[in-house]
């Protein structure tokens, strides 16, 4: 007895192994262009003042390279999955046009998943490789440790002159006025205590009378507390246009691929 042809429709209706090699090049592709972008930026600005490309601008660059990367990379692994994906007999022209866009959508969510591991590797081995160079100067680690991030605000607290200059191995006084520079800037604010005590230090250190210890801890701490807020801001900034990025090349990608599919199966564009 002949036994009856099964329909594609009842069969896997994705091949991964288009998605994968779609998304690998993807991923290579994407970090290939983020290279060559950083290479650009890096040539475009100076330390010198008035020499080289202004923050803003390079900024606005940035942010154009950055989808412009995740539409290229993504555009090509998804036109790539739909033209290697397997062709589909005896299913509906909706259901293969579904399919593809789920071929290139998949094919951006696997590289993505590729290109962020790769990056997150990248900074682990980095940050150990800091650590084992650390460690053969125990002085200079413990000293990077109490500083912190707010290290250049806690040496605007404790700048003496000269001639006041005392000890400089004060780790452990560094370490307890970051502590406190940190929870105040977590609290946005500056509880007298803290304030009386960050005047004493600061007296003692620099030679200073106590109201222009206590006004130097106050301008310090605006101050401080401004770079955060910029930080912040930055980083929100750059958050909602990473997420802009993403989004068009998730788009790119599932349009793409049924470009890609179409072709494959020789049906006009």
């Given at each position: ?19 994968i090699?779609g ?25 010198w ?114 001639s006041a ?20 800037l ?84």
């Amino acid at each position: 007895m002949e036994m009856p042809a099964r329909s594609d429709a009842y069969s896997s209706g994705v091949s991964w192994p288009a998605v994968i090699g779609g998304a690998f090049v993807s991923a290579s592709l994407g970090l290939i262009l983020l290279t060559l972008g950083t290479g650009l930026g890096f040539s475009s600005v100076s330390p010198w003042s008035n020499a080289g490309a202004s923050a803003s601008t390079m900024t606005t660059v940035a942010i154009l390279w950055l989808i412009l990367t995740q539409i290229i990379a993504s555009a090509m692994g998804g036109y790539l999955a739909g033209r290697l994906r397997t062709k589909w007999t005896q299913v509906h022209t909706d259901e293969v046009y579904f399919r593809d866009t789920a071929h290139g959508f998949l094919v951006w969510a696997v590289g993505l998943v590729i290109a962020a591991s790769v990056l997150v590797s990248a900074a682990t081995t980095f940050a150990g490789e800091r650590a084992r160079s650390s460690t053969a100067s125990p002085a200079v680690a413990n000293s990077e440790a109490a500083a912190g991030s707010n290290a250049y605000f806690v040496d605007m607290l404790l700048r003496a002159t000269p001639s006041a200059a005392a000890d400089r191995n004060d780790i452990t006084e560094r370490g307890m006025v970051q502590r406190t520079f940190d929870h105040a800037l977590l609290q946005r604010s500056l509880p007298p205590a803290d304030k009386t005590y960050l005047a004493q230090v600061v007296a003692a250190r620099t030679g200073m009378n106590a109201p222009d210890a206590e006004s130097r801890v106050s301008d310090v701490f605006e101050q401080a507390q401004s770079a955060a807020d910029k930080a912040r801001s930055a980083i929100a900034r750059f958050s909602l246009w990473l997420f802009v990025a993403l989004l068009c090349g998730a788009f790119c990608a599932s349009y793409a691929g049924t470009i890609g599919g179409k072709q494959r199966d020789h049906v006009p564009v």
